[in-house]
C-alpha cells in the first residue's frame, strides 16, 4: 500500500482530507517543501484534472497550477469553454520537489485515490506521463494513447494529454503550436463529454 495510507484520516471527505494532508510524511519531500498542495474544487465536479506535482509558484501559495504551467491551463481551459471553478485540480504528488529529489508517485498514492473516491468524478483528465502512470503504472504510453478515452476503475471516462510544461519547454515554435493544437482538440473533447 501507499505510504501515506497511515496519514489518512476516518472522514474521507475533502476537507477532512485536505487537513490531514498537511501532516503527511510518508515521503521525504515534506522536509524541504514549504507546504502541501492539496486538490481543490467541487466535491460535486464532473471532471477531475491531474497534473503531476506542485512547481514552485504553487509551493509558495498553497494551490494547483497557479504558475506558468497554470496559466497555460486556465487559457486553454477558457478556450474550450470549461470553467476551472467547476473542476477539481490536483497533482499525483502533493509536496514540491527540489532537483534530484524525485517524485514520490507511489507514496502518495493513497491521497490521490481518496481524492478520486470523495469527488467521484464522470472523467479523469490526466497531464502527462506522470499523472497517467499514477493510474495506469509505468506501462502507460501517452504518446499512443493521449486524446483517447478508456473506461477504467476510477473513472468511467479516462483521458491523458499533453502536460502544459512540456508546451512551455518546447523551444520550436511549430511543433509548439502543433501540440497546443493537441492539447486544446482533448480539453475541447472533454467540454463536449459534459453535454
Ligand atoms: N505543474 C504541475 O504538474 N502541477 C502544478 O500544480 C503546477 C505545475
Redesign the pocket.
Given at each position: 500500500p501507499s505510504e501515506a495510507s497511515r496519514y489518512l484520516p476516518a472522514s474521507r471527505e475533502l476537507p477532512a482530507l485536505a487537513a490531514a494532508a498537511k501532516e503527511c510524511r510518508a515521503c521525504p519531500l515534506h522536509e524541504r517543501a514549504s507546504r502541501t498542495?492539496f486538490g481543490e474544487g467541487p466535491a460535486t465536479a464532473q471532471v477531475m484534472l491531474v497534473?503531476?506535482?506542485?512547481?514552485d509558484?504553487?509551493d509558495r501559495e498553497g494551490r494547483?497550477?497557479?504558475?506558468p504551467?497554470?496559466q497555460l491551463l486556465d487559457e486553454v481551459l477558457e478556450q474550450v469553454g470549461l470553467r476551472r471553478e467547476a473542476l477539481y485540480v490536483t497533482?499525483a504528488v502533493k509536496h514540491f520537489g527540489w532537483t534530484g529529489e524525485g517524485r514520490e508517485v507511489l507514496a502518495c498514492k493513497a491521497w490521490l485515490e481518496a481524492e478520486v473516491s470523495a469527488v467521484k468524478p464522470r472523467m479523469i483528465v490526466c497531464?502527462?506521463a506522470t499523472?497517467s502512470q499514477a493510474f495506469l503504472g509505468p506501462g502507460f504510453r501517452i504518446n499512443l494513447s493521449r486524446g483517447q478515452v478508456f473506461e477504467t476503475p476510477w473513472a468511467k471516462a479516462w483521458m491523458a494529454t499533453f502536460?502544459?510544461?512540456a508546451l512551455l519547454r518546447m523551444p520550436d515554435e511549430r511543433s509548439r503550436a502543433e501540440t497546443r493544437a493537441h492539447f486544446e482538440a482533448d480539453l475541447r473533447k472533454v467540454a463536449e463529454t459534459l453535454r
Open positions: 498542495v497534473g503531476e506535482q506542485p512547481g509558484t504553487e494547483p497550477f497557479l504558475g504551467a497554470g497533482n497531464l502527462g499523472a502536460h502544459p510544461s
